[in-house]
């Protein structure tokens, strides 16, 4: 019993470790066609994996794609405009009215007296009645009494009967009794107490009744009207010292691009200078805004976030020109959407030049940010297009008549887009010709040697020679 259990025990110890063994050796087989799977492309891997990256692209190019169809028109991102600016009038302040010269009224004026306050006389003469001077003639003058003369800027002191006059300068008071003033050109000392009178005259000639340029309670300036000097003499005729004027839009204006210098340095290769910050300037300054900053910045993000942010603090309207063609243009529009809490409402416009334009309202602030392109004609264009347009939407200025002029040439236009076409204006045969100043948007040039420039709607293929147009002022 001893012995065979001692060789059970043996030959169950033997048995068992060649289990153990076989295990370990089947455990190590797996692992090593595991790692031979690992070391072994696998092309149905591969094939998931181009898959995949294609799908990818195709879902990148689709959005892109529909980024471009959701392009706005004008029409559409004006009407855009007026709902997000609706209820917000720019601020208004009281200034002196000899002070108003090119500003924006921001409500009407009334006139609280007559202009003039007398019967006042519109040249040199003598008032007469006109009765006395029925019949007159070079041939057979009408003697009149002559009774006195009036002194400029005082009062008649009496008044004339049937048969005389009195000498009254251009804008003196008409006596009472007198109905009408003889230049003095047709008149003659005929001794010293008469005067000869060779013309007749109407009743109410050359005498300016009191109210006949400016009735009490007339609406002398409406709200819109943008003062220049002769509303400066309106204001002044009728005593009026101020006036309520809107506050102009404080303008911030940030370039972008690592190729951009100043004005005043000479560029190194690939290096321009930069036009567009001088050029937005002047068109802010002549829409009358008020230009606040200017800076120059290169392309980083982090810089245009910072720069933007600063600029919404203190102003009405932000401008980013650059920055705006394809991916560049997607970094200004998400820093624009960030730091607009989602403002961002306009991504193209459906305009040429233009089109990489963006839109976007920081409600907090009330800036309005424009995302402009960098090339200077189409930056120019837009600016006009929507931020001066806005501005007088707003304010309630009456919108400018275009000129009309006819086609000096046949004009190509690719329809499905708003192109704006810069031209030069000749003097033809029967009024304005128009001729195209062909060339990029880069080129300045083509908006400094135009007179203005004629719009060809999106519907439209072009232009023909001898068709007449509306031409449009650059601001």
Same mark, same amino acid.
């Given at each position: 019993?001893? @012995?065979?259990?001692?060789?059970?025990?043996?030959?169950?110890?033997?048995?068992?470790?060649?289990?153990?063994?076989?295990? !370990?050796?089947?455990? /190590?087989?797996?692992?090593?066609?595991?790692?031979?799977?690992?070391?072994?492309?696998?092309?149905?891997?591969?094939?998931? !994996?181009?898959?995949?990256?294609?799908?990818?692209?195709?879902?990148?190019?689709?959005?892109?794609?529909?980024?471009?169809?959701?392009?706005?028109?004008?029409?559409?991102?004006?009407?855009?405009?007026?709902?997000?600016?609706?209820?917000?009038?720019?601020?208004?302040?009281?200034?002196?009215?000899?002070?108003?010269?090119?500003?924006?009224?921001?409500?009407?004026?009334?006139?609280?007296?007559?202009?003039?306050?007398?019967?006042?006389?519109? =040249?040199?003469?003598?008032?007469?009645?006109?009765?006395?001077?029925?019949?007159?003639?070079?041939?057979?003058?009408?003697?009149?009494?002559?009774?006195?003369?009036?002194?400029?800027?005082?009062?008649?002191?009496?008044?004339?009967?049937?048969?005389?006059?009195?000498?009254?300068?251009t804008g003196g008071m008409v006596p009472e009794g007198a109905d009408a003033v003889v230049m003095v050109e047709?008149? %003659?000392?005929?001794?010293?107490?008469?005067? !000869?009178?060779?013309?007749?005259?109407?009743?109410?000639?050359?005498?300016? =009744? *009191?109210? %006949?340029?400016?009735?009490?309670?007339?609406?002398?300036?409406?709200?819109?009207?943008?003062?220049?000097?002769?509303?400066?003499?309106?204001?002044?005729?009728?005593g009026i010292g101020e006036v309520p004027v809107y506050q102009p839009w404080r303008v911030s204006i940030l370039?972008?691009?690592?190729?951009?210098?100043?004005?005043?340095?000479?560029?190194?290769?690939?290096?321009? /200078?930069?036009?567009?910050?001088?050029?937005?300037?002047?068109?802010?300054?002549?829409?009358?805004?008020?230009?606040?900053?200017?800076?120059?910045?290169?392309?980083? %993000?982090?810089?245009?976030?910072?720069?933007?942010?600063?600029?919404?603090?203190?102003?009405?309207?932000?401008?980013?020109?650059?920055?705006?063609?394809?991916?560049?243009?997607? =970094?200004?529009?998400?820093?624009?959407?960030? =730091?607009?809490?989602?403002?961002?409402?306009?991504?193209?416009?459906?305009? @040429?030049?233009?089109?990489?334009?963006?839109?976007?309202?920081?409600?907090?602030?009330?800036?309005?940010?424009?995302?402009?392109?960098?090339?200077?004609?189409?930056?120019?264009?837009?600016?006009?297009?929507?931020?001066?347009?806005?501005? /007088?939407?707003?304010?309630?200025?009456?919108?400018?008549?275009?000129?009309?002029?006819?086609m000096r040439t046949n004009l190509a236009s690719a329809p499905g887009k708003l192109t704006c076409v810069p031209?030069?204006?000749?003097?033809?045969?029967?009024?304005?010709?128009?001729? *195209?100043?062909?060339?990029?948007?880069?080129?300045?040039?083509?908006?400094?040697?135009?007179?203005?420039?004629?719009?060809? %709607?999106?519907?439209?293929?072009?232009? @023909?020679?001898?068709?007449?147009?509306?031409?449009?002022?650059?601001?």
């Amino acid at each position: 019993m001893g @012995k065979r259990g001692s060789s059970a025990a043996f030959v169950f110890s033997g048995c068992a470790k060649g289990l153990a063994w076989g295990q !370990a050796d089947r455990n /190590r087989g797996r692992y090593a066609e595991k790692t031979a799977e690992m070391r072994t492309p696998d092309p149905l891997g591969f094939l998931r !994996a181009a898959l995949l990256l294609y799908l990818k692209r195709i879902i990148i190019r689709k959005e892109l794609v529909m980024k471009l169809l959701r392009v706005d028109t004008l029409e559409e991102a004006r009407d855009k405009l007026r709902g997000v600016f609706a209820g917000r009038a720019p601020e208004t302040e009281m200034v002196r009215a000899a002070d108003a010269l090119g500003r924006t009224l921001a409500g009407d004026v009334v006139s609280r007296e007559a202009v003039p306050s007398f019967y006042r006389s519109s =040249v040199d003469g003598y008032a007469v009645r006109s009765a006395d001077t029925a019949g007159a003639s070079e041939s057979i003058p009408a003697f009149l009494e002559m009774i006195g003369e009036i002194p400029m800027g005082t009062a008649a002191g009496k008044a004339i009967g049937s048969g005389q006059c009195m000498y009254v300068p251009t804008g003196g008071m008409v006596p009472e009794g007198a109905d009408a003033v003889v230049m003095v050109e047709y008149c %003659e000392p005929f001794d010293a107490d008469h005067v !000869a009178v060779y013309e007749a005259v109407p009743f109410g000639g050359s005498v300016v =009744v *009191p109210g %006949e340029d400016v009735k009490e309670g007339q609406l002398l300036l409406a709200r819109g009207s943008v003062i220049g000097p002769a509303g400066i003499g309106a204001l002044a005729a009728a005593g009026i010292g101020e006036v309520p004027v809107y506050q102009p839009w404080r303008v911030s204006i940030l370039s972008t691009g690592d190729e951009l210098v100043m004005p005043g340095r000479r560029p190194g290769p690939g290096q321009v /200078r930069d036009i567009n910050s001088a050029a937005l300037a002047a068109s802010a300054a002549k829409a009358g805004f008020q230009v606040i900053r200017t800076r120059l910045l290169a392309d980083d %993000e982090a810089l245009l976030e910072a720069a933007v942010r600063e600029a919404m603090a203190d102003s009405d309207l932000v401008l980013v020109s650059g920055g705006s063609s394809q991916g560049k243009k997607d =970094v200004t529009c998400e820093v624009l959407d960030r =730091v607009s809490g989602g403002g961002v409402f306009t991504h193209g416009l459906a305009i @040429k030049p233009g089109k990489p334009t963006i839109l976007g309202f920081d409600s907090e602030s009330g800036a309005l940010l424009m995302g402009l392109p960098g090339h200077p004609v189409a930056a120019l264009t837009v600016f006009g297009l929507l931020a001066f347009w806005l501005w /007088r939407e707003l304010t309630g200025q009456r919108e400018e008549w275009p000129a009309m002029a006819r086609m000096r040439t046949n004009l190509a236009s690719a329809p499905g887009k708003l192109t704006c076409v810069p031209v030069r204006l000749y003097r033809g045969a029967d009024g304005y010709e128009a001729e *195209p100043v062909l060339g990029k948007s880069g080129l300045i040039t083509t908006m400094s040697q135009a007179d203005g420039y004629v719009k060809v %709607e999106m519907n439209r293929e072009g232009l @023909k020679r001898g068709e007449w147009v509306e031409i449009h002022r650059f601001l």
